[in-house]
């Protein structure tokens, strides 16, 4: 009795195949919350989808040979499953093969090392610009507003006319260098991983279109302190 007591306490051997469930779904889980980028990128280089199309990625299998991922798109969803070659030999190999995949799709695809997943606001100074360039755009949006600024706040007809005749030329200046600016923004958008028409790729362009220069000020300080940051954390 106490041996059969004994043998029956002794918890049976794991499952080698439900160990490999529960790797595979920490990495899946692990992907999926800190990882998007490096899916949207697989999706990008390996399966040859435009960004639009590879947004919101998902990880929804994994195994020593391939990986299926799927994504919303902008126009439809997708499910791509793309190969591991070679095939890992277990998927302890997966943080080390995951790394070298995500590494040679920034290769191919002209991507920089740093990633950017959030908007930032302009604050401080930065909102007295603000302003400033939204009564450039309200005055020279049209005659009428050029007038009533010449008429009402400086009050002299000289002046007047001098708007009215100036707020066209004015205003294609300011739409021509704005849209420059905005369509530099957007290469800036894909030199860092960020998916065409998302929230994020949505608030710099158009930030861009209406403030100018100072956006591009702010986006490379931000991506600069992020550079300094890892830099500092490998040290």
Known sequence: ?????????????????????????????HMNKDHADSLTRF?????????????????????????????????????????????????SEARERMVGMDAEARTKLGRDAISVKEYRAPKGLGLLWVGFVAVAWAVNARKGNARWVGENLVGSEGVTTIFERAQPVVLGV???????????????????SVPTG????????????????????RFRNMVDDERMRREKASH
């Not at 106490?2 to 779904?25: L, M, W």
């Open 1 to 29: 009795m106490s041996s059969a007591a004994s043998t029956s306490s002794v918890p049976p051997n794991p499952s080698p195949r439900a160990d490999d469930s529960q790797i595979t779904q920490r990495i899946i889980s």
């Open 198 to 217: 998302s929230r994020v790729w949505c608030g710099w362009v158009l930030d861009n279109f209406f403030e100018g220069v100072p956006v591009l000020s």
């Open 43 to 91: 999706l990008e280089h390996h399966s040859h989808l435009p960004s639009f199309a590879a947004r919101n990625p998902r990880l929804t299998s994994l195994s020593e040979s391939s990986m299926t991922i799927t994504s919303s798109g902008i126009f439809s969803p997708s499910t791509q499953t793309i190969p591991i070659d070679p095939p890992m030999k277990s998927l």
């Open 174 to 192: 300011m739409l021509f260098l704005h849209t420059l600016e905005a369509a530099y923004m957007v290469r800036k958008m894909k030199a860092h």
